[in-house]
Antibody, heavy 117, light 107 residues
Framework: QVQLVQSGAEVKKPGSSVKVSCKAS????????INWVRQAPGQGLEWMGR????????NYAQNFQGRVTITADKSTNTVYMELSSLRSEDTAVYYC??????????WGQGTLVTVSS | EIVLTQSPGTLSLSPGERATLSCRAS???????LGWYQQKPGQAPRLLIY???SRATGIPDRFSGSVSGTDFTLTISRLEPEDFALYYC????????FGQGTRLEIK
């Protein structure tokens, strides 16, 4: 089964951007959507957006429209999530997750992004 | 946006007891695209149930899901020590949303 491996923790300044990667290990993304979900410390799960890599179809959550960009590199089976204009409230663990009609059945290990001056 | 409201916020039970977790949707969920996830500290969520009532791969049969209209239920028939965790419901239609979670703690 495909495993999702994410890039390492990041520390960023307010106003800057962060780019987190999610690589399919042991296979490809195929035609499954790859989603990004974040979880602030001690808080619940928040969906940010998704991409279907093979088709390039994108959906973004309204809360993140204009600030998040999700891209895919099919040659390396890697999906990227870039979040701009960072503020302290963006401090969270960011997860990628494979999701289709059978739910979000495979998750990356999470990437902690800390926004601090 | 579909709002999911989970109850109770915290559930205190003992191993061997039956747990019933609820999730109410603010409107109809497309094709019953409703999932339940378990999350333990420091770990990513794990899919338990998809399509409201189908168990994901490798999930023990003590976990079951059901639906009545816009009310969804996760039942754990006999709690094992490893079941004490956070549980989230999620609708994964066109714009996915999560419930706020139910904490299942040992009494």
């Amino acid at each position: 089964q495909v495993q999702l491996v994410q890039s390492g923790a990041e520390v960023k300044k307010p106003g800057s951007s962060v780019k987190v990667s999610c690589k399919a290990s042991g296979g490809t993304f195929s035609n499954y959507p790859i989603n990004w979900v974040r979880q602030a410390p001690g808080q619940g799960l928040e969906w940010m957006g998704r991409i279907i890599p093979i088709l390039g179809i994108l959906n973004y959550a309204q809360n993140f429209q204009g600030r998040v960009t999700i891209t895919a590199d099919k040659s390396t089976n890697t999906v990227y999530m870039e979040l701009s204009s960072l503020r302290s409230e963006d401090t969270a663990v960011y997860y990628c997750a494979r999701g289709g009609t059978l739910g979000f059945d495979s998750w990356g290990q999470g990437t902690l992004v800390t926004v601090s001056s | 946006e579909i709002v999911l409201t989970q109850s109770p916020g915290t559930l205190s039970l003992s191993p061997g007891e039956r747990a019933t977790l609820s999730c109410r949707a603010s409107q109809s969920v497309n094709s019953n695209y409703l999932g339940w996830y378990q999350q333990k500290p420091g770990q990513a969520p794990r899919l338990l149930i998809y399509g409201a009532s189908s168990r994901a791969t490798g999930i023990p049969d003590r976990f079951s899901g059901s639906v009545s209209g816009t009310d969804f239920t996760l039942t754990i028939s006999r709690l094992e020590p490893e079941d004490f965790a956070l549980y989230y419901c999620q609708q994964y239609g066109s714009s996915p949303t999560f419930g706020q979670g139910t904490r299942l703690e040992i009494k």
